[in-house]
C-alpha cells in the first residue's frame, strides 16, 4: 500500500501550474483510485488538457462526505530555489516541492485515506473531489458543482484541506478581483491640457481605494476571529503610459476587494463607481470604468455545526478562521454542503521558493482522515 508521503512525491512530479494542464495529474490518480474500488466521474474543463475528478466510494447513495483539494499550483519562474522544485526533497523532517503544503499534501492524504478504507463497511459514501484553477480564481470547480447541482448532489458536508497547519477553520472572506480602467486623451506632453492624464485619473482612483478601506477600517464589519479584522480594498498592479513625451491614453489598475460576510462586495464597487463618475465629472474628460473579473463568496460554517464539531474532535485542534480564500464558499454556496478547511502544511510557506510540508503534518492528516472516513461506518 502507499503511503502519503511517497504518493506526494508522485504528485508533486506533475509540473500542474495553473497555465498548464493537469491531465496527467487526474489520470494517475483515477487508476489509483480504480484499483481501491473507487467509482470514477472525470468531467473536462472549458481548455484542452484541464480535468475536475469525483471519485466515491461505497453507497452509492446517502449523505456521505467530500474530501477536496485542488491538483493545480502557482508558477516557479524566478524563484531561487535551493532543489528541484518538481522533485520532493527531504531534509529531516521537512518535505519540500512546489505544492507540498498548498495542496497535494492534502490530495495525497485523500488517496491513502481512500485506500485504507474498508468500502464494505462504509454505510454512507465517501467522495474524492479533485479541481483545477483554483489558485487563478476558482475557476475549475465551478463546473464540478454546477454538474453535481444538476444532478441533486448530497452529502453530509465537505472537508478542504488547504494548509492550515491541521487547525480547523469555519470561515474566510469572500473575494472580489477587477479593474480599475482609465481612459484619457492623448496629447503632446509640451502642452498636456490639450490632453487628459490616463495615469491621474488612476491616481485619483488610488486615493478613491485608500478612502474606502480607511472607512472599511473605522465603519464597517468587525470579526475578530480574523488576522484583519475588517473587509480589505487592495491594489496590485499599474500599467499605463507608452512614452514619456506623451499624455498618456491609457491606465488599468487590477484590484481585490476581499470581504467579511456582513459586508456586500457589490456595494463595495458601486463606491468605487461614484467615486470614478465625481473623478472624471471634475475633469471634464476622459473616463473611468470599474470592471468585476472573477470573485468567489466567503465561507462562514457555524462553530457549532455537526461537521465542524465532528472535524474538531478529529482534529484535535481549536476552531477558527482564516485570512485567505478556498473553494469552501463555493461548495457551500452552489450545494448547500457545510464546509470546514482543514489540512496540513502552513499558507506561509505556500507560493514561495522552498515551499514545504512535515512527516509530522502528514502523519496528523492520516490519522484526521481515518477518524473522518470511519463516521461513515
Known sequence: MHTTPETL???????????????????YAAARITEAGGRIHTLAGAKPGKFNLLASFGPATGAG?????HSDVVPVAGQDWRTDPFTLTQRGNKLYARGSSDMKGFLSAMLTAAERCDIK????????AFSYDEEVGCIGVRDLLARLQAENFRAQG???????????ATGHKGKLAGCICCRGLPAHSANPTLGCNAIHLAAAMVREAEALQTWL?????RDAAYPLPYSSVHIGTISGGTALNIVPEACEMQFEIRSLAADDPAALVERLREAAARIVAASGKGAIEVQVTNQYPGLNTPPNSPLAQTALLAAGTKIGKIGF????????????????ICGPGSIDRAHKPDEYVTTSELAACDAFLDRMVATLA
Open 9 to 27: 512525491a508522485t504528485l508533486v512530479g506533475f509540473p500542474t501550474i495553473s497555465a498548464d494542464k493537469n491531465e496527467a495529474l487526474i489520470r
Open 65 to 69: 462526505l467530500v474530501l477536496s483539494g
Open 158 to 168: 465537505c472537508v478542504i484541506g488547504e494548509p492550515t497547519e491541521m487547525r480547523v
Open 217 to 221: 477600517a473605522e465603519h464597517g464589519a
Open 121 to 128: 463497511k462504509l454505510s454512507r459514501p465517501l467522495h474524492l
Open 325 to 340: 480564500g478556498t473553494e469552501g464558499g463555493l461548495f457551500e454556496e452552489m450545494l448547500g454542503l457545510p464546509t470546514i
